[in-house]
Each structure stands twice: as C-alpha cells, then as structure tokens.
C-alpha cells in the first residue's frame, strides 16, 4: 500500500532553516510527481511548489522563491523540503503529497502525516 | 496566479441535509479541480477529482460538477462524519491554488 512518512516536529529559531523529509513506499517512486503544502494555525492550506522524482525538476510558488528547495533521493525514495531564513510566520503543519494524473488534470491523492515546524525565539 | 473563490465560508446544517459548496476560478481551468476534506490534526483527504470523478473509496453521496469556472461539491445527506472544513484546489497550472476553504458546523 502506498504510504508517505514525514520526519518528525522541529522547533526551530527565527533566521535558522528546517529540513522535512518525506519517504515514500509502496508505488514506484519515479512515476509520481509530489508536492509540499502547508497549512498555518487556523488558516487554508497553501502550496508551496513540487518536484519530479525522476528528473529532480522542480516548481516552487512565488512566495517562496529564494527560500525553499525541494530535493529528491532516489536510492531511498525519498523527497525534502528545506526552508531557510524561518520567521514565525513560517510555523505550520507541512505536508507531502503524491499527485497521480488524470486524462485531464491531476489530484493529490496520498499525503505524508504532516510535520509541525514551529518557529519562535 | 489563478485565484479560487469558494463559498460560502461556512454552514451551518443538520444530518440529513444536502450541503452543495461552489468555487470559481478567475480563469478557465477545464475540469482540473479536484475537492478536498479537512479535519483537525489529519492531512487533508482527496474527494473528487477532475471536477466530478469520486476518489476510490470516498462515500457516493459526494458529488462535483462544473467546468471552466464554476464548479460545486455537493453531499448529498449529511453524516456526522462529514463536519469539517472543504477545499477546492485548481490544477490546471502552477502555482496550483486553493480555495478559502468551506467549514461545514453542527446546526
């Protein structure tokens, strides 16, 4: 069955960076796209960006341009998802997630348990 | 950026009723939309996707419709289950977006 484990909660200092990782099980790794989303205290989930597993081709959202990289490990299958310059704003539960296309269009249709990063001083 | 714009922000029903939430894209997206459940401390859960396709093992009393612009979920008789917070998400392009979500209370 397919399965994604998320490395567990981080408390981490405004300016420091956090490293998620996301393993992935049970389905073939290269075959699907996968994707970051956070979702902030009492607030809607936002997308962060994705990477492709197989070319380690990656689109991240605007906002966090120059902040975020999205990395991939093959021979463990894994992805990662680091954000540097952490302000308190930048606490949430981030989440991985697999995208399996459609004839038209795609879906998030298994996601990691969620990591809470929390960020204060 | 495609902006989503769901509603209504939030209701209020009874088990039994039947809910319909609608999203509208600021562009045209085809039917590259899917919907998603939302509940506290758990990841959120795949509906429907291209705008009216039930996920596998999603009960059928969820339901989507829609195409270009305007999309709707509809549950067709509320469950005590089904209380929880409901997203659109578009995928027609990136930065793929969502909407602002639809908190579905207890009457």
């Known amino acids: 069955q397919v399965q994604l484990v998320q490395s567990g909660a981080e408390v981490k200092k405004p300016g420091a960076s956090v490293k998620v990782s996301c393993e992935a099980s049970g389905y073939t790794f290269t075959n699907h796209y996968m994707h970051w989303v956070r979702q902030a205290p009492g607030q809607g989930p936002e997308w962060m960006g994705m990477i492709n597993p197989s070319g380690g081709n990656t689109n991240y959202a605007q906002n966090f341009q120059g902040r975020v990289t999205m990395t991939r490990d093959t021979s463990t299958n894994t992805i990662y998802l680091e954000v540097s310059s952490l302000r308190s704003e930048d606490t949430a539960v981030y989440y991985c997630?697999?995208?399996?296309?459609?004839?038209?269009?795609?879906?998030?249709?298994?996601w990691g348990q969620g990591t809470l990063v929390t960020v204060s001083s | 950026a495609i902006q989503m714009t769901q509603s209504p922000s939030s209701l209020s029903a009874s088990v039994g009723d039947r809910v319909t939430i609608t999203c509208r894209a600021s562009h045209a997206i085809r039917v590259d939309l899917g919907w998603y459940q939302a509940k506290p401390g758990k990841a959120p859960k795949l509906l429907i996707y291209a705008a009216s396709i039930l996920q596998s093992g999603v009960p059928s009393r969820f339901s989507g419709s829609g195409s270009g612009t305007d999309f709707t979920l509809t549950i067709s008789s509320l469950q005590p289950e089904d209380f929880a917070t409901y997203y659109c998400l578009q995928d027609y392009n990136y930065p793929w977006t969502f909407g602002q979500g639809t908190k579905v209370e207890i009457k």
């Open positions: 997630a697999r995208e399996t296309r459609h004839g038209s269009g795609s879906s998030c249709d298994y």
